[in-house]
């Protein structure tokens, strides 16, 4: 039987620096394969050089048995049977659903016109074929991030899709949303597509993928089958040491061993909020706050860190009210660090302005010599990178400065909201060091994210927010993705204690 | 481990052209000057052409640097043409029609260009107005009310000898509006690379949304920078006044498109969204030395639109080339 996708001894090099040294990529017909590695591991040029986007110096790319050209092209790799879904979806939010599935299928004409009823039936299909139930003359604009997904997907099933490479389609997804996607994969794959999937959540790969393979520096360094190999081997394989478990020890003293509250909030209310909420948090303490999108979380966050007014309810910092103003926040020692770069890096700007973007007053040489001892303090790569573009850094380099920036302040309260988004494996137990560092220097640190595994892994306690219901705090040996998922999911918690329910 | 690699190697490979693109402006005044000078021996090497140059070009390059606040910011300042022509007319107008002492007529037409870049910068940042629009409609608006002032006419008349010494006089042979040029531009250069506020300036152009995050003011740092435009450019009009001793009410349109060239030819080393004092005034006295050169050699009066707007897509288009090439070697 032929391979879905063999490609050979790719090789492709940028100005001496090489991106691809040999890689090899086989994928059957009909299987989840996962594509790992960090970043700069060579998994985008890759997928550019399969798109047809960049020519690889040397090697060939088969597609079900067929040699492309050595010249081929994106619409040859569409020809092919090659389809591509990136994390930006390449939707149009302004137009329906129908409209975006037909601008890649092409539109359906009656006498020039757009037959708008069987351009209609033919989104309907699509979606159909991958049991989704999105309405086509829904306006993309108005979907969930997990439906648009959906929509990215069913367009790239359009006409002979031999090998979809979804690239880091699950990144910003919440967790219950990111089963949802793997439902439709399946039936994908089901249909005899293969997949190629990108990502950096490992726990992906363990739930979904059938194989696997991992590069590093421009080569595979292994391809497996997904059932014959383990976490720890996986990691192993993508940095090229062992990560040490980060998980701290608990131990149920852990509540009494709480420093003095730090910041307390007091009946938070408003927008997707709509049971009020009150906490406290405390010095030295790591507090999760967790839920589905849309459950309002990232919006609690953002009240907590005092950079968004909270309608209802107050937060107090060491007593002082926090009215909701970036400025006030940060005056009084409450720093926010935002995983959406694009909130948070100012990206034509370098390292060294993005560290400093108030300015320092104190003049340019000190302010290199800080910017130095900062990079290096924070392993940011490459070495001497303060005068480079921020865009010239990888994801998880740019979050080191992100957190650099923060960090230096010293500030009393720490807000993370979702502050390892798109950023892999390696760089994301630095951050994580990073973070159980300030706390243990008496930072009171809140860790907002989505991503349940994460949450658990880092945080002493976690609040999970849940739409139209009191928010469940978990803590101890309940902290786990298990626990969460189903409290999340306003399941039935039968072991949650009354004391550990918020009032 | 990848990306040390990559560095090293970039740096060895990229260096050279590196410091080429960093240095163009100065390499191109130098090529400039020396192609003509042995072209025209007689004429081009000498000092009065030399003085010339200087002291003609001292406004336009004050009113390029006049485009740099609110281009810091991400903002588009389209009317600080016709803000030049209203300063240059009123205080004119102040001074010869209306006998006042210069020193109130200049009081009066900075003031004006304080509230001119107050009102745009209030319509921008706190209507949410978009920025190009605005000074569009505001540049037309205040150039009728130019016209209004001067009945569509020049000024010009009697004015006292101690004003015109200021535009008109040299030390050691340098002219007095080069010195001013000069002046502004160190000015703007430790402001936007020496102080937070310029610091914080960039961070508001680089990602506004960012900025209001890390707790910048950004709507003030928005209204400050149109502010600064005005004022500047309400200076290079009295300049302007100072030198040739009288008004001309129809100037703001001739002067605006060579002062955005002159910017963004500046900004083209430096990389995108880098307005810079230094690279504006170089640009303009490197277009302006070629310029007079082409025109000492025979060319026609429009030879100057041609090269402006040549150079321009030049630099753009070779900044864009290098931009390309050292993000390739930076990215995977």
């Known amino acids: 039987m032929n391979l879905a996708l063999d490609a050979v001894k790719i090789t492709k090099s940028f100005g001496g620096v090489h991106a691809l040294r040999g890689a090899d990529l086989k994928l059957r017909r009909g299987e989840i394969h996962a594509l790992l590695g960090e970043n700069g591991a060579g998994k985008s040029t890759m997928i550019k050089v399969l798109a047809g986007v960049q020519r690889p110096d040397s090697g060939t790319v088969a597609v079900d048995g067929r040699q492309l050209t050595s010249a081929f092209d994106p619409s040859d790799a569409a020809a092919a049977g090659l389809r591509f879904v990136h994390q930006d979806l390449g939707l149009i939010n302004s137009l329906s659903v129908a409209e975006n599935i037909a601008f890649q299928t092409g539109f359906t004409t009656r006498g020039g016109l757009i037959d708008t009823s069987k351009c209609m039936a033919r989104a309907a299909e699509l979606l159909g074929l991958l049991g989704a139930s999105v309405h086509p003359a829904t306006l993309v604009g108005a979907l969930s991030q997990a439906d648009k997904t959906i929509v990215a997907l069913a367009r790239a099933m359009h006409g002979v899709a031999r090998l979809i490479v979804l690239d880091e389609v699950t990144a910003s997804l919440p967790t219950p949303d990111v089963t949802r996607i793997h439902e439709v994969v399946r039936a994908g794959r089901n249909r005899g597509t293969a997949f190629l999937y990108v990502t950096h959540r490992l726990e992906e790969v363990f739930t979904l993928c059938d194989r696997l393979t991992v590069m590093a520096d421009g080569a595979n360094v292994a391809t497996a089958e997904v059932a014959q190999t383990d976490m720890g081997q996986v990691v192993r394989w993508i940095t090229g040491r062992s990560v040490e478990s980060g998980r701290k020890p608990r131990s149920s003293d852990k509540v009494e061993a709480l420093g003095p509250p730090r910041l307390v909030a007091k009946g938070l209310l408003g927008n997707e909020i709509t049971v009020p909420v009150s906490l406290s948090l405390h010095v030295g303490e790591i507090l999760g706050i967790t839920g589905v999108r849309g459950s309002g979380y990232e919006r609690l966050c953002r009240w907590l860190a005092g950079i968004e007014p909270c309608p209802a309810g107050e937060v107090e910092m060491d007593g002082q009210l926090l009215e909701g103003d970036p400025r006030q926040a940060r005056k009084i020692g409450c720093d926010t660090v935002l995983g959406d770069r694009n909130l948070a890096a100012f990206h034509e700007l370098t390292v060294r302005e993005n560290l400093f973007p108030l300015g320092t007053g104190n003049g340019l040489q000190a302010e290199r010599v800080v910017a130095s001892r900062l990079i290096e303090q924070f392993g940011v790569r490459p070495h001497g990178a303060q005068e480079l573009a921020m865009l010239a850094l990888s994801g998880g380099n740019q979050q080191k400065v992100i957190f650099a920036r923060s960090m230096s302040r010293e500030p009393k309260v720490i807000v993370l909201i979702d502050p390892t988004a798109g950023v892999d494996i390696g760089a994301r137990s630095d951050l994580h060091g990073v973070i159980r560092r300030a706390a243990a220097a008496g930072a009171a640190i809140l860790f907002g994210s989505s991503d349940f595994e994460e949450v658990a892994e880092v945080a002493d306690r976690a609040i999970i927010i849940r739409k139209g219901a009191t928010p469940i705090e978990i803590a101890g040996r309940d902290l786990n993705w298990d626990r969460m998922l189903h409290a999340a999911q306003n399941a039935r918690i039968t072991t949650l204690t009354s004391e550990e329910t918020l009032p | ?332």
């Open chain 2, 1 to 332: 481990m990848t990306a040390l690699t990559k560095t090293q190697s970039g740096t060895s490979f990229g260096g050279r052209s590196q410091i080429l693109v960093r240095f163009s402006l100065p390499l191109l005044l130098i090529v400039v000057v020396t192609i003509f000078s042995i072209a025209l021996p007689n004429t081009y090497p000498t000092l009065i052409n030399a003085q010339t140059i200087m002291a003609t070009n001292a406004v336009l390059a004050l009113l390029a640097l006049a485009a740099i606040p609110t281009l810091v910011t991400s903002q588009f300042d389209l009317s600080i043409g016709f803000q030049l022509a209203f300063a240059q007319s009123i205080c004119a107008g102040l001074i010869i029609y209306g006998n006042w002492h210069p020193v109130a007529a200049v009081t009066v037409t900075l003031s004006a260009g304080f509230v001119f870049g107050l009102i745009n910068g209030w319509l921008v940042a706190y209507c949410g107005l978009n920025a190009f629009i605005t000074t569009l409609a505001s540049g037309i608006v205040i150039q009728g009310a130019t016209q209004w002032y001067t009945n569509g006419g020049s000024v010009f008349g009697m004015m006292p000898p101690a004003f015109l010494a200021l535009g008109r006089s040299s030390i050691l042979g340098i002219p007095l509006p080069f010195f001013y040029a000069l002046v502004f531009a160190c000015s703007l250069w430790l402001l936007y690379s020496h102080t937070p506020w310029g610091r914080r300036a960039f961070a508001v152009g680089g990602n506004s949304r960012a900025a209001h995050l890390m707790g910048i003011p950004v709507e003030r740092m928005v209204v400050q920078a149109f502010v600064a435009g005005s004022l500047l450019a309400a200076t290079a009009g009295i300049l302007s006044t100072s030198i040739l001793g009288s008004a001309n009410p129809n100037i703001g349109v001739n002067f605006l498109l060579p002062a955005f060239a002159a910017v963004f030819l500046g900004a083209a080393p430096a990389g995108p969204g880098r307005f810079n004092a230094w690279g504006t005034v170089l640009a303009v006295y490197a277009l302006a030395a070629g310029i007079a050169g082409l025109q000492q050699l025979g060319s026609a009066f429009y030879i100057e639109q041609f090269f402006n707007g040549g150079a321009l897509l030049v630099a753009i288009g070779l900044a864009r080339y290098a931009g390309v090439r050292r993000s390739r070697k930076s990215s995977n």
